[in-house]
């Protein structure tokens, strides 16, 4: 089986290895509302920056006994459950963390869609066999952590100043910053070379070609 079916989208999409994490990442802030009005060059430095944030809050590279886990301090919060289960692709969905119940949601249909593309692509020395699980739920627990307790850190993180009033001093939310975030804290928690914003990036673009042409030989009413 595999996910590309054209040469043409899947040489498009082997081009975005030669666009850099940091780049990527700008790029996702870009897409979010609110971020229409800042420069390239302010998205790139929240992206440099929430990107050192999620690192860290990674903790130090695995090596030695490191686990797969990473070494995020999760004191005073129990990782959350793991639920998965089928349906995300429709939606392009991998995986979601509810901070209400607690849990993570993992999509396996959108996970085994992404592996592929990993093998279509010729990207398995990127993310060997088994990251793309693995990578969502390190990403989907950094949001965790970073809900739990860590919000106001990673707007320190980014000290991005709306205004300052004498010794008191505003700093604004950037939409978007903990996704970049996140996808560092599983760089780093699973030793990756590549950020699986690159991964994203390229499912993203195939599962819309994909539920694009579902829905041209597929029409229904809406
Ligand atoms: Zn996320």
């Keep these: 089986m595999t996910v590309v079916d054209v040469v043409a989208e899947a040489a498009a999409l082997r081009a ?3 666009v850099d994490d940091a780049e990527l990442g700008a790029r996702l802030l ?3 509302p609110t971020n229409e009005s800042r420069s390239d060059e302010e998205l790139l430095r929240h992206a440099t920056r929430a990107t050192a944030f999620g690192a860290e809050l990674a903790g130090p590279a695995p090596g030695g006994s490191a686990s797969s886990a990473g070494s995020a301090s999760s004191a005073g919060s129990p990782s959350p459950e793991i639920v998965e289960h089928e349906g995300g692709l429709e939606a392009a ?4 963390y509810d901070a209400r119940h607690h849990r993570i949601d993992l ?11 990993v093998d279509d692509l010729g990207w398995r020395h990127l993310f060997p066999v088994g ?4 990578a969502a739920v390190e990403h989907e627990r950094a949001h965790h952590l970073v809900t739990a307790d860590r919000s106001r850190d990673l707007r320190a993180a980014l000290d991005h100043e709306v205004f300052r009033l004498g010794r008191f001093r505003r700093l604004a939310y950037i939409a978007g910053a903990d996704e970049v975030a996140a996808h560092a804290f599983a760089t780093r928690s699973l030793g990756l070379t590549r950020s699986p914003l690159l991964l994203t990036a390229a499912a993203t673009a195939a599962i819309r070609t994909r539920n694009d042409a579902r ?6 009413e809406n």
Excluded at 107 to 117: G, P
């Design 16 to 18: 975005l290895e030669d």
């Design 30 to 32: 870009r897409g979010v």
């Design 93 to 96: 969905l991998l995986a979601q």
């Design 107 to 117: 999509f396996t249909d959108t996970i085994a869609f992404c592996e592929q593309l």
């Design 131 to 134: 990251t793309v699980r693995a």
């Design 215 to 220: 829905s041209a030989s597929n029409p229904k």
